[in-house]
């Protein structure tokens, strides 16, 4: 079975743009804003039902956030927003 992708006119897209947007403002030191956006791109990348775009989409997010976190590798950061309980 194919996974449908996501498109820009759909909900989940503008979501994706938002938290990305929202990834430049988090300051290093703001624990609680950095954990909020953390489960909320995990709750973003739960919903996207194509793993090749849930993976994109989690590069692209880690690549918004990395400036917040000084010498955090963008791997890292990619990794643990795929990570969750499932």
């Known amino acids: 079975m194919i996974a449908t992708r996501i498109r820009p006119s759909d909900c989940l897209f503008e979501l994706f ?3 990305c947007a929202r990834a430049r403002t988090i300051r290093p ?3 609680d804003a950095r954990q909020q956006w953390t489960e909320a791109c995990r709750d973003l990348l739960r919903a996207v039902p194509d ?3 849930r993976a994109a989409w989690a590069v692209v997010l ?3 956030f990395a400036p917040t976190m000084p010498g ?4 890292q950061i990619a990794r643990m927003l ?3 309980d499932a």
């Open 29 to 31: 030191y703001d624990g």
């Open 51 to 53: 793993s090749a775009q």
């Open 72 to 75: 955090v590798p963008l791997e």
């Open 17 to 19: 743009v938002d938290l």
């Open 62 to 64: 880690a690549d918004a």
């Open 82 to 84: 795929l990570e969750w």
